[in-house]
């Protein structure tokens, strides 16, 4: 049996066409060995939310540099939850002021990197994370 | 495991989803997935899009989709990205071009990383096909990786391939090459508003002349996939070959032949297994020290191994 490969969407919703920050983040996480599912520009909730339902992915990263963050998670955990996918982990970085992460937190995410975070805090916080997913799967 | 396997059958995208993910992981459970869901395969028309790196893969096939949305069909899409030899991990990023499909629930897309299978698919691409075929897409478009000149493995697995080629990618010569030219069912000269659009279709329509009669002889198309110029073309010369296939001897010998490989695939891997472990078993330093001191050669350690194979386990 081949091992089981972490596969995480990164996805970049809203209107800011600044993708550099998302494409520093999926480099970094196909070098830790994971599977990225690379969405691209101006995606919907909608889009991204069935992008992970079908490629089965362990984990959403978001990134939002516009500032509508409140809305854009709220909606995609709310969606998963339609879909029943509640399990598939949501994360995000950009330009989010620390006094709203504990509010996406009490959302649903799961974490949220500020500018300067290094790679290997987001990459560590994954695979705990996703290790975790997978106990619970099979249990 | 029955219920995931019966909401698959119904079109649940998630339950499709998780049973691609198991058979690719090659998990202990993959093969009896198979075999539930292999009765229900057979109907889908299997359409692989292949050609070099750039070439617009993605891009037709997002037009594609598109043209056989229009035509009332469901559409599966398996998009095969290579995986990093180093770390294993992937960027799979075919399905950027994809995405305005995304939400509708007639169109599943999944991306795969090759795993370290050369031939330009990975080793699950035709399980998952099968999947998709077996949870009622009527179309299944496989894209694969970015290929050079001989990674043929699509013709395994598709009814019909599709190969793009591009102006100012290489002279007569290249397309003469064996390989990758021969595999095709039709020819997609894409961005045919570059220079040498015209070239490129004359010279592979002189190869397959030179080829001489055959029962089908391959269109040569030009297109301009992001504008969405030609596709309709493609569409409906794809469509055509399925017919040919449908009524055509042609179409008996590719499809027996196809089986015949899905069954040699089986067996390969089931030897290399009992290979592997038995290998493991002889295994030892002085096995090594051995062949190092050239007391032995490999050719007897594998004779030896072999005939332990075949006399069964246990002495």
Redesign the interface.
Known sequence: MSERKVRVIVAKPGLDGHDRGAKVVARALRDAGMEVIYTGLRQTPEQIVQAAVQEDADAIGISILSGAHEYYFGRIIELLKERKASDILVFGGGVIPEEDVPKLQAMGAGAIFGPGTSTSVCIDWLKAAVRDKWAKENA | MEKLISRALGGD??S???L??LVE????QAEHIMRRIYPHSGKAHIIGLTGSPGAGKSTLADKVIAAFKGLGKTIGVIAVDP??PF???????D??RM?QH??DPDV????M?T?GSLGGLSRSTQEAALILDACGKDVVIIETVGVGQSEIDIVKIADTVGLILVPGMGDDIQIMKAGIMEIADVFIVNKADRDGADRVSTEVNMMLDLLGMRPWRPPVLKTIAERGEGVAEVVSEIVRHHDFLDVSEEGRKRKWRRLGMEVEEILRREIASLVELAWEREKSPELFEFLAERKTNPYEVAERILGKILTGPGE
Do not use: M, N, Y
């Open positions: 995208h998630r499709i989803a998780r691609i993910s992981s090659e998990s202990p995986s990093s770390t294993g991990g992937a960027i799979l990023g399905r950027l995405q995304a939400v599943f897309i999944r991306s990383g795993r």
